[in-house]
């Protein structure tokens, strides 16, 4: 019986065990220092919800929250640019090896009309696994060359090599 007990209590140990959280996000910052930002502190920056038409399929709403917040979040404020800065790029890698690059002065909201947004879920639940764990999502581009999924690291660079 006591057998009996023990194996009822690990398959309902089993039964609620929760889903598994993504890994965190790599930033690499200039001067090589490494920052992660994990899901559960994503989801208490500001956001919005943002919707992403793909070529083929269905349109996806994802909870995301403004690239330019996740880099001030990290220590990388984009509204405090000073001369210089404006010459780094955010290379943003896919698990595949797929990489796009921003300008840090485009993502300044004061700047210009683009708007690149983190998403970190979808409305009814995680991020399908062939997109996962992160994704960029750009509305303002005409092409989605790069909303790019499967996002794993950021690294800010200074393209003027100083």
Same mark, same amino acid.
């Given at each position: 019986?006591?057998?009996?007990?023990?194996?009822?209590?690990?398959?309902?140990?089993?039964?609620?065990?929760?889903?598994?959280?993504?890994?965190?996000?790599?930033?690499?910052?200039?001067?090589?220092?490494?920052?992660?930002?994990?899901?559960?502190?994503?989801?208490?920056?500001?956001?919005?919800?943002?919707?992403?038409?793909?070529?083929?399929?269905?349109?996806?709403?994802?909870?995301?929250?403004?690239?330019?917040?996740?880099? $001030?979040?990290?220590?990388?404020? &984009?509204?405090? #640019? !000073? +001369?210089?800065?404006? /010459?780094?790029?955010?290379?943003?890698?896919?698990?595949?090896?797929?990489?796009?690059?921003?300008?840090?002065?485009?993502?300044?909201?004061?700047?210009?009309?683009?708007?690149?947004?983190?998403?970190?879920?979808?409305?009814?639940?995680?991020?399908?696994?062939?997109?996962?764990?992160?994704?960029?999502?750009?509305?303002?581009?005409?092409?989605? $060359?790069?909303?790019?999924?499967? &996002?794993?690291? #950021? !690294? +800010?660079?200074?393209? /003027?090599?100083?």
């Amino acid at each position: 019986m006591r057998s009996l007990a023990i194996h009822l209590l690990a398959l309902a140990t089993m039964a609620v065990a929760l889903p598994a959280q993504p890994p965190a996000l790599e930033i690499q910052l200039p001067g090589q220092r490494t920052v992660s930002i994990a899901q559960a502190r994503l989801r208490t920056l500001a956001g919005d919800t943002v919707r992403l038409v793909p070529h083929h399929g269905e349109p996806t709403l994802y909870r995301a929250t403004s690239l330019a917040t996740v880099m $001030a979040a990290v220590g990388l404020p &984009l509204d405090s #640019l !000073r +001369v210089g800065r404006n /010459a780094w790029t955010i290379i943003a890698e896919a698990r595949d090896g797929y990489r796009v690059v921003f300008s840090v002065a485009e993502l300044d909201p004061k700047l210009g009309p683009s708007r690149v947004w983190l998403a970190y879920e979808t409305t009814s639940g995680p991020i399908a696994a062939a997109e996962a764990p992160y994704r960029l999502i750009v509305p303002t581009d005409a092409r989605l $060359a790069r909303s790019i999924h499967q &996002l794993v690291r #950021l !690294r +800010v660079v200074d393209a /003027a090599g100083g």
